[in-house]
């Protein structure tokens, strides 16, 4: 089975989402600071008319500094805003230029010592030629199940 | 808004106008029925009396007023096949007609007073749909189902008729869309298909109604259906529960006769209406909110007795009984502030009527709003910029004659508005022109940048100044002041605007807006930087912090720093705002909120007032950006959102904040 898939850049790493989850992307300059939100909340952005909290993946992902500790956003920063069941958030990512056409059947769970660490973030990884190594990242979780439900 | 269009100017002609038409209609009236019984015809009285009903179709629509639409509309349609017949309008026909005068004369009154304009009678609309006009017996009375008058057509109670007439069973049934149900794939469609397979299907309407946890969308089916099934059958084919499938009692309708009531005593027809001024309904809301506070204090102290080991069973079921009555309370209100579609419309027929120029440019309005029905403070915000979309389709869009029949097209151009509510409690209005487009390339060299797509092309309309640096935008199909329209929609209602065009056929605005939304008087300032809110109403006084000697007192390390000062004669304790809510601060807080808790004066320390505005405030609904004092948020008018803080709430916080140690 394939899927279409956006692709993005966090950190030099690469990752993709199914475009099923994904609404639109929209280019970014800053977010509204929410005190007393998880570290990992760049914000409050305003996408169309409906309030968006943007998830820093720098930050989510570990990779410091997010641009919730700089505020220095870089020209290619990019939110690719998720839908979930009911709910909408941003992802805030270096860079997501590619659409590609990926076949899920050569999806494989991610390497063990790579799961424990990514603390489930990526659900899979996949390669496509040349070399190109890609992460799959479980939105639900990105985008704070466990917050969700505490 | 400087350039709206005055009813009154025209109210008084219209009037003077009708009541003379009115007049000769009865006249004519009372002539045919003399001459029917001396077995004569009057052709030439019929159509006299056709042209009258004609002209006061054609005035009353002008002015907006659809009841007398309707009511002429239908008796000019029965005058019409009369005219056909040779001129022969039986006795039954006359009645009704004198009735029909009757009542549209009754609503010119109306009008006159100010008063609002009855509905137009279902029962007579119906009868001259049906009416047998050469006959002297009245057609088959109507059926009526309660709770669904006036929104069944005449096809559709000759079903129900049937289905009584049979001994059949009748229900209602609702079907609320919620993510439950879609979840498990029920949609209105296949509820339609499963309550079809039961029975009789014979209409599905949908209505709005603020979200609750009846209707989680804001959207609730209704259905009506004529069915043998059991109640409980029903209810799972709507996936509703039995106590949710009511029983329709329907009556047939008396035809309608002329009794006419005395003049002094003419009561509206149909719906009863009482005006209010929506400041009252603001008052009632303030009200209700205080009332909400005061539910909470009163969980908190049920919740304290209940730890102090005090039995609070019954206190509890009460406040929760008390939380359903609030809710419903709320509802109640939210409902009485919704205001139909088509009132608010009303002025726009004016305004086109006083843009068309007979001869030179030709404009017919279509409205098709069906029931819609919208909160007042949302349909006043939004009539402007529909004023504006409507000038401009006509100043701008629509071409004179002469270049529409160069084109092929009709001699008068169309506006169309269309109504429609969507999901998640939204009305969608299409503006729609069939003029002559919008030149993207026009735009796209004027604007310096190629246009390839029609989000870009209304980003760039909508730029303000865009259209005012040179007037030969005027030609290129879109006039001045679209960054109003968009600023309306999207800033002040947070809605939503899209365009769609094509040169030489024309240009759709479709305008997405909330049915509700919660309007505060807030004052903004700085802290740390970043701009906040809150409510005018929570906020006690603004200060001066530099008139004050402020005293630290102690505080355990880590606790939050808190000074007092001296203010006629009591101390205040003063919260460090930035510090508290961890934004880092390097400006010397020089303004203090002052708010009260428990009683207690809090004062709140930030750097300086920006201002005070009305605005739209939007929950937020997100886990992720949900956070105790942030009450919502929004927009300043600079497309970011700015938090409304709740800084009672943040006051509670205060003695639970310890510092951060930097890890």
């Given at each position: 089975m394939t899927g279409l898939h956006v692709a993005f850049k966090v950190g030099g790493a690469e990752y993709v989402v199914s475009a099923d989850q994904v609404l639109h992307l929209e280019s970014f300059t800053e977010a509204t600071h929410i005190p007393g939100a998880p570290a990992f909340v760049a914000g409050l952005v305003q996408v169309r008319g409906k309030l968006v909290p943007v998830v820093d993946l720098r930050s989510r992902f570990g990779i410091t500094p997010g641009w919730s500790a700089t505020r220095e956003h870089q020209l290619d920063n990019r939110v690719i805003v998720v839908s979930v069941g009911s709910r909408v958030a941003g992802l805030l990512v270096d860079s997501a230029r590619d659409v590609l056409r990926l076949d899920e059947s050569t999806f494989q769970p991610p390497p063990d010592l790579v799961g424990v660490q990514a603390a489930g973030f990526v659900k899979a990884v996949t390669t496509i030629p040349p070399s190109r190594l890609l992460l799959v990242v479980d939105v639900p979780r990105v985008i704070g199940e466990e917050v969700a439900h505490a | 808004m400087g350039d709206q269009v005055d009813l009154k100017e025209f109210v008084g002609g219209f009037i003077a106008e009708s009541d003379q038409l009115t007049a000769s209609a009865t006249a004519g009236l009372l002539e045919i029925e003399q001459a029917n019984a001396r077995n004569e015809l009057r052709p030439k009285t019929v159509r006299d009396l056709f042209r009258a009903l004609h002209t006061l179709k054609g005035l009353a629509g002008m002015m907006g007023i659809e009841p007398i639409v309707e009511l002429a509309h239908a008796f000019e349609t029965v005058l019409r096949s009369a005219d056909q017949a040779g001129g022969r309008l039986g006795a039954r026909g006359v009645e009704?007609?004198?009735?029909?005068?009757?009542?549209?004369?009754?609503?010119?009154?109306?009008?006159?007073?100010?008063?609002?304009?009855?509905?137009?009678?279902?029962?007579?609309?119906?009868?001259?749909?049906?009416?047998?006009?050469?006959?002297?017996?009245?057609?088959?009375?109507?059926?009526?189902?309660?709770?669904?008058?006036?929104?069944?057509?005449?096809?559709?109670?000759t079903q129900l008729a049937a289905a009584l007439a049979a001994n059949k069973k009748i229900y209602t049934l609702t079907f609320a869309p919620s993510d439950a149900t879609s979840s498990k794939g029920v949609t209105i469609a296949t509820v339609r298909s499963a309550v079809a397979a039961l029975g009789e299907l014979i209409k599905v309407a949908p209505r709005s109604q603020p979200a609750s946890a009846d209707a989680p969308a804001g959207l609730l089916f209704e259905l009506l259906v004529v069915s043998d099934a059991s109640v409980e059958q029903l209810a799972e084919a709507a996936s509703s529960t039995p106590g949710r499938v009511m029983p329709v009692v329907g009556e047939a309708?008396?035809?309608?006769?002329?009794?006419?009531?005395?003049?002094?005593?003419?009561?509206?027809?149909?719906?009863?209406?009482?005006?209010?001024?929506?400041?009252?309904?603001?008052?009632?809301?303030?009200?209700?909110?205080?009332?909400?506070?005061?539910?909470?204090?009163?969980?908190?102290?049920?919740?304290?007795?209940?730890?102090?080991?005090?039995?609070?069973?019954?206190?509890?079921?009460?406040?929760?009984?008390?939380?359903?009555?609030?809710?419903?309370?709320?509802?109640?209100?939210?409902?009485?502030?919704?205001?139909?579609?088509?009132?608010?419309?009303?002025?726009?027929?004016?305004?086109?009527?006083?843009?068309?120029?007979?001869?030179?440019?030709?404009?017919?309005?279509?409205?098709?709003?069906?029931?819609?029905?919208?909160?007042?403070?949302?349909?006043?915000?939004?009539?402007?910029?529909?004023?504006?979309?409507?000038?401009?389709?006509?100043?701008?869009?629509?071409?004179?004659?002469?270049?529409?029949?160069?084109?092929?097209?009709?001699?008068?151009?169309?506006?169309?508005?269309?109504?429609?509510?969507?999901?998640?409690?939204?009305?969608?209005?299409?503006?729609?022109?069939?003029?002559r487009g919008i030149d993207r390339d026009a735009i796209g060299r004027r604007a310096g940048k190629p246009i390839l797509d029609t989000a870009t092309l209304l980003d760039v309309i909508a730029t303000p100044g865009f259209?005012?640096?040179?007037?030969?935008?005027?030609?290129?199909?879109?006039?001045?002041?679209?960054?109003?329209?968009?600023?309306?929609?999207?800033?002040?209602?947070?809605?939503?605007?899209?365009?769609?065009?094509?040169?030489?056929?024309?240009?759709?605005?479709?305008?997405?807006?909330?049915?509700?939304?919660?309007?505060?008087?807030?004052?903004?300032?700085?802290?740390?930087?970043?701009?906040?809110?809150?409510?005018v109403a929570t906020v006690e006084e603004i200060f001066e912090l530099g008139d004050h000697n402020a005293v630290t007192g102690p505080s355990a390390k880590g606790r939050l720093p808190i000074a007092l000062i001296e203010r006629r004669g009591k101390p205040v304790q003063i919260i460090p705002l930035g510090t508290l809510l961890r934004i880092p601060c390097e400006v010397t807080a020089k303004k203090a909120l002052v708010v009260r808790r428990n009683g207690e004066a809090l004062a709140f320390a930030v750097d300086r007032m920006l201002g005070r505005h009305e605005v739209v405030v939007r929950p937020i609904d997100d886990v992720l950006a949900r956070v105790p004092g942030v009450a919502g948020a929004t927009d300043l008018g600079d497309g970011r959102p700015t938090l409304l803080l709740d800084l009672v709430e943040l006051g509670a916080g205060v003695s639970n904040w310890r510092e951060v140690q930097p890890s």
């Open positions: - | 009704l007609g004198l009735i029909t005068v009757r009542g549209i004369a009754e609503r010119v009154r109306a009008v006159a007073d100010d008063r609002p304009v009855p509905r137009a009678p279902d029962g007579l609309l119906d009868e001259l749909a049906r009416v047998d006009i050469t006959g002297t017996s009245a057609a088959p009375a109507p059926y009526v189902a309660h709770g669904w008058d006036g929104r069944l057509a005449p096809g559709e109670r309708v008396a035809p309608a006769s002329l009794e006419l009531p005395a003049d002094d005593e003419i009561a509206p027809i149909g719906r009863s209406v009482v005006r209010v001024d929506l400041g009252r309904l603001d008052e009632l809301q303030d009200a209700l909110s205080a009332l909400v506070v005061s539910r909470f204090r009163l969980e908190r102290q049920v919740a304290a007795l209940a730890a102090a080991g005090v039995d609070v069973r019954g206190l509890r079921e009460t406040c929760e009984q008390q939380g359903r009555q609030l809710r419903e309370l709320r509802r109640g209100i939210l409902r009485a502030r919704m205001v139909r579609v088509a009132d608010v419309l009303e002025p726009l027929s004016l305004i086109v009527r006083s843009l068309t120029k007979p001869g030179v440019k030709e404009v017919r309005l279509e409205l098709d709003v069906r029931d819609s029905e919208l909160d007042k403070a949302v349909a006043d915000r939004l009539l402007p910029a529909l004023v504006h979309l409507v000038r401009n389709a006509i100043d701008h869009a629509i071409e004179p004659i002469v270049d529409r029949e160069k084109a092929g097209k009709p001699r008068a151009g169309t506006l169309r508005i269309e109504c429609r509510e969507g999901a998640g409690n939204e009305l969608e209005i299409a503006i729609r022109d069939d003029g259209s005012t640096r040179d007037s030969a935008t005027e030609t290129s199909g879109r006039g001045f002041g679209m960054d109003i329209v968009r600023r309306i929609v999207v800033s002040d209602l947070g809605g939503e605007l899209a365009l769609d065009t094509a040169v030489g056929r024309g240009t759709t605005f479709t305008l997405t807006v909330p049915l509700t939304i919660a309007i505060i008087d807030v004052f903004s300032f700085e802290c740390a930087q970043q701009a906040f809110v809150v409510p």
